[in-house]
């Protein structure tokens, strides 16, 4: 792979130890990250030192999808991602799975994934990851990095192909619906692509990606990303994704257990869960196979007493886990 990836390891004097700095990036098989992958939000605000990013407006969208942290090698497809060392884990309904994968050693590089859709998986290989930053990186990091992977294109194999270049553009507070991040880094990214494919006749699709990444140490994943794509047809907003929470391993075995009322309990249609909290307080529904099947957010002040909408689940034996700051909470769920 071509890289050229130049972080400057020392700041200048002035400010330098109010500066954050970021090692590693650490994921652990067992960590859970929760995230919101529609976060709302329309531009990523200026950049600089001592900025404040605050995002607190918008609210969650309520989509949020639960990922765990495994080992590459422990998964069936480990073979398609021999670079890979770690891999995020979700299941985005019954039918829908995926396996994002990742090499952490010095940076945070993507190698591809695997969706599985209730019929056969497909695997998008990165053959040459992407390397969005490098580390230790610093306030004055930058970097650049080629990439490529096999791709899809409405059933004809495609090759895409493209150049990511990026620098820490500032650092500062960033201030989510449910928390507040200090010593947080921007990453400030561009990204030009081209998709080539030969559907009876060979053509090229170029397109351009601007991206930003906010990430802090000590949490695995970006607290928050926003890009914004360009093609022939004009520029619109991509992906936009924020972190809803993250849990350690450790933490999730140490997290202190929570008195809950779930009634009805056999249910037929809503229950309702009452418990002691303060906070954001998330909740998601495993079918008997341990599978998600929902999932949501709420917010509490004191004593909760909140519905959950279980009618399109089917009939059968659930585990219901509801998690706040204050701990975590299982029931058994009959659903008539």
Same mark, same amino acid.
Do not use: C
């Given at each position: 792979?071509?890289?050229?990836?130049?972080?400057?390891?020392?700041?200048?004097?002035?400010?330098?130890?109010?500066?954050?700095?970021?090692?590693?990036?650490?994921?652990?098989?067992?960590?859970?990250?929760?995230?919101?992958?529609?976060?709302?939000?329309?531009?990523?605000?200026?950049?600089?030192?001592?900025?404040?990013?605050?995002?607190?407006?918008?609210?969650?969208?309520?989509?949020?999808?639960?990922?765990?942290?495994?080992?590459?090698?422990?998964?069936?497809?480990?073979?398609?991602?021999?670079?890979?060392?770690?891999?995020?884990?979700?299941?985005?309904?019954?039918?829908?799975?995926?396996?994002?994968?990742?090499? %952490?050693?010095?940076?945070?590089?993507?190698?591809?994934?695997?969706?599985?859709?209730?019929?056969?998986?497909?695997?998008?290989?990165?053959?040459?990851?992407?390397?969005?930053?490098?580390?230790?990186?610093?306030?004055?990091?930058?970097?650049?990095?080629?990439?490529?992977?096999?791709?899809?294109?409405?059933?004809?194999?495609? %090759?895409?192909?493209?150049?990511?270049?990026?620098?820490?553009?500032?650092?500062?507070?960033?201030?989510?619906?449910?928390?507040?991040?200090?010593?947080?880094?921007?990453?400030?990214?561009?990204?030009?692509?081209?998709?080539?494919?030969?559907?009876?006749?060979?053509?090229?699709?170029?397109?351009?990606?601007?991206?930003?990444?906010?990430?802090?140490?000590?949490?695995?994943?970006?607290?928050?990303?926003?890009?914004?794509?360009?093609?022939?047809?004009?520029?619109?907003?991509?992906?936009?994704?924020?972190?809803?929470?993250?849990?350690?391993?450790?933490?999730?075995?140490?997290?202190?257990?929570?008195?809950?009322?779930?009634?009805?309990?056999?249910?037929?249609?809503?229950?309702?869960?009452?418990?002691?909290?303060?906070?954001?307080?998330?909740?998601?529904?495993?079918?008997?196979?341990?599978?998600?099947?929902?999932?949501?957010?709420?917010?509490?002040?004191?004593?909760?007493?909140?519905?959950?909408?279980?009618?399109?689940?089917?009939?059968?034996?659930?585990?219901?886990?509801?998690?706040?700051?204050?701990?975590?909470?299982?029931?058994?769920?009959?659903?008539?």
């Amino acid at each position: 792979m071509n890289r050229t990836l130049t972080p400057i390891l020392f700041l200048a004097a002035t400010g330098a130890f109010a500066q954050p700095t970021i090692p590693q990036v650490v994921l652990n098989v067992g960590d859970q990250l929760v995230i919101d992958p529609t976060f709302p939000i329309s531009d990523a605000g200026p950049g600089g030192a001592n900025a404040t990013w605050n995002f607190a407006a918008p609210g969650f969208s309520g989509g949020e999808f639960t990922y765990t942290a495994v080992s590459a090698a422990s998964t069936t497809m480990a073979s398609d991602f021999p670079g890979a060392t770690m891999a995020l884990y979700a299941e985005m309904d019954a039918d829908f799975t995926l396996h994002a994968f990742f090499d %952490l050693n010095g940076g945070f590089t993507e190698h591809g994934e695997h969706v599985f859709d209730g019929n056969a998986g497909v695997s998008s290989i990165n053959t040459d990851p992407i390397t969005f930053f490098t580390t230790p990186l610093t306030a004055t990091s930058n970097g650049s990095d080629t990439y490529g992977s096999t791709e899809d294109f409405v059933g004809f194999p495609a %090759l895409l192909t493209g150049q990511h270049t990026w620098s820490v553009d500032g650092y500062g507070t960033l201030i989510l619906p449910n928390a507040t991040y200090t010593d947080v880094l921007r990453i400030h990214a561009q990204q030009v692509e081209t998709l080539s494919v030969d559907i009876g006749v060979p053509f090229e699709m170029v397109s351009s990606r601007e991206e930003w990444r906010w990430v802090k140490s000590g949490i695995p994943f970006p607290l928050l990303v926003f890009s914004l794509e360009t093609d022939e047809f004009g520029t619109e907003i991509g992906a936009t994704a924020a972190l809803v929470s993250y849990s350690s391993a450790t933490s999730i075995a140490e997290q202190a257990q929570l008195p809950m009322r779930t009634y009805p309990n056999p249910v037929r249609d809503h229950v309702t869960i009452e418990l002691e909290a303060h906070g954001s307080v998330h909740y998601r529904v495993l079918d008997a196979l341990g599978r998600e099947v929902m999932n949501g957010s709420t917010a509490a002040g004191g004593t909760l007493r909140h519905r959950i909408d279980l009618t399109a689940l089917k009939p059968g034996i659930h585990h219901l886990e509801v998690r706040s700051q204050q701990g975590v909470a299982t029931a058994r769920l009959i659903k008539e």
